[in-house]
């Protein structure tokens, strides 16, 4: 099948019967629910660019198990080329929607379930690499959305997974029958769960033989019997329901995703089971989508930021105050921050390695690195854009009172005229037009997508500590006192 384009993905979803709870109700018609829209029309991105002639490179592929065209984002890399090219698409869409587009998860879950099923079979000769790569071309020539599911709900975060109170903290393979599995429990803060026709369910921590029961790795469709989700609030998000909201919403288009996904006992056919109890593999999965996911945030985080410095300078220029010196060089400074997060994205991926399956793994030390940059920098790119931007972003009147014809001047004026009027800018912007960009900024710095610019910088693809934890590992300090050793003479 062709690739998809952005209608037909929408109308894709159409056909699935995902079951969507909100506010405490369950959400019919979720693919035209003003709350859900946008994060469904920022997925319809990574179609619609895949589209277009210029973009083809860094948005198409070709399938190494069909020689078929595919969108990259169902892509297992082959290179370092294809690693640079993996973040550079990320930046295009960062830069197109100022959200997250959510598509990645599902890419870094087939990369690291790809090269380790190879080597779970390779030590205890099962056969989830010809399942997984089964599946894997499915996704590619139906051009489906599959979201990664890692992170379970933990409970007390001191406790292995079987020493929980509730054992389905952390999710788990309930039964065993001769066709398949059943399985139960829970992933929370799922990105783009909804918006996505299968998940891949992996673990979310390094386990041991006690916790057998949960080293499972399966895929199942988005409208499995006894799946469902419940979603995630995020800060201002009522006002997408606003009449007249207009503006306020900050971004009109496009905005990100995250849900509670409920597994209560979902049959898993073998097929689609990818590990079941190999517990020594379990830690080797989570780095590996851990490292594409914080090698990913190189190249989204750095588009939105992209996103934000424009926004940052556009306010400049309707305030008026563009040439001031103390103004470009925030600009300046915003963008050596963005840049070299950017950097760090494009190394990891330049000197990425291939795997024992073939495909090709990013540098983890340098991956990591990346990540930890990104859950600072993107907080002093937005402190800055505030600093710009000035209060406005946050106090200025409703959408509804610029449009206001309520009469409340001495001489006839209304509530919309008077807005208009102390708000003008420049004298040469549209006042709208800089409130505009005013909302924009106040959206990304800490309305609905600063979940996905800030709160998801520091915790997605793991905490700043995950991070750390992994730098200790990789960066070989005896090493490094073994060259001081070599340079002033000390044999031990
Ligand atoms: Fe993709 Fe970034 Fe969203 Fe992760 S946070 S799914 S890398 S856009
Ligand atoms: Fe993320």
Known sequence: MALMTGAQYIESLRKLNTRVYMFGEKIENWVDHPMIRPSINCVAMTYEL?????????????????????????????????????????????????????RCVGMDAFNAVYSTTFEIDEKYGTDYFERFKKFLIMVQNEDLVVDGAMTDPKGDRSRAPHAQDDPDLFLRVKEVREDGIVVRGAKCHQTGSINSHWHIVMPTIAMGEDDKDYAVCFACPSDAEGLFMVYGRQSCDTRKLEEGGGMDVGNPKFGGQEALVVFDDVFIPNEYVFMNGEYDFAGMLVERFAGFHRQSYGGCKVGVGDV????????????????????????IEMTHLNETLYSCGIACSAEGHPTKSGSYIIDL???????????????????????????????MPSNVDFNSDLVVGREGETIGDFCHKFFVGNGKCDTMDRMKVFRFLENICLGAAAVGYRTESLHGAGSPQAQRIMIQRQGNIQGKKQLVKDIVGIEE
């Not at 020689?67 to 930046?91: A, C, P, W, Y």
Request: proline share 2%; net charge positive.
């Open 308 to 331: 934000v410095i424009g926004a940052a300078a556009l306010a400049a220029e309707y305030n008026g105050v563009e040439k001031a010196s103390a103004v470009k060089d925030k600009l």
């Open 365 to 395: 030390l340098l991956a990591n690195v990346c990540k930890q940059n990104i859950t600072r920098f993107p907080y002093e790119i937005v402190r800055l854009a505030e600093d710009i931007a000035g209060g406005l972003m946050v106090t």
């Open 50 to 102: 895949a589209q277009d002639p210029q973009y083809e490179d860094l948005m198409t592929a070709k399938s190494h198990l069909t020689g078929e065209k595919i969108n990259r984002f169902s892509n297992i890399h082959q290179s370092t080329e294809d690693l640079k090219n993996k973040v550079k698409m990320q930046r295009l869409l960062g830069q197109k929607t100022a959200s997250c587009f959510q």
